[in-house]
Nanobody, 122 residues
Framework: QVPLVESGGGLVQAGGSLRLSCAASGRAFRSYVMGWFRQAPGNEREVVATISSSGVSTYFTDSVKGRFTISRDNAQNMVYLQMNSLKPEDTAVYYC???????????????WGQGTQVTVSS
């Protein structure tokens, strides 16, 4: 497992922006696929975005395409989620995760951060 720590969550108005950061530990970070997941109260955890170990390939769930951007800095062991044009339905706890392979099923991911709350008001 890779220790992960998220930051950057908060309360914003609809249409606003937030940038989430995830700090990872260990030299093996560069070999991991990284992802952002979210979970709203009463809902199952779902994938938001993933990024390949090199940063070349990305995936976004349909509901955030065109609004969110995932990026990583392997030299600093960091991954980011830039969230623009936020909507109330984006309200959730957002989790950073790491895995050896790309997958959209959250239970298959091996390492998780503690989560950071994102609340979008209308």
């Amino acid at each position: 497992q890779v220790p992960l720590v998220e930051s950057g969550g908060g309360l914003v108005q609809a249409g606003g922006s937030l940038r989430l950061s995830c700090a990872a530990s260990g030299r093996a970070f560069r070999s991991y696929v990284m992802g952002w997941f979210r979970q709203a109260p009463g809902n199952e955890r779902e994938v938001v975005a993933t990024i390949s170990s090199s940063g070349v390939s990305t995936y976004f769930t349909d509901s955030v395409k065109g609004r969110f951007t995932i990026s990583r800095d392997n030299a600093q062991n960091m991954v980011y989620l830039q969230m623009n044009s936020l909507k109330p339905e984006d309200t959730a706890v957002y989790y950073c995760a790491a895995n050896a392979y790309a997958n959209t099923w959250w239970r298959s991911w091996g390492s998780w951060g503690q989560g950071t709350q994102v609340t979008v008001s209308s």
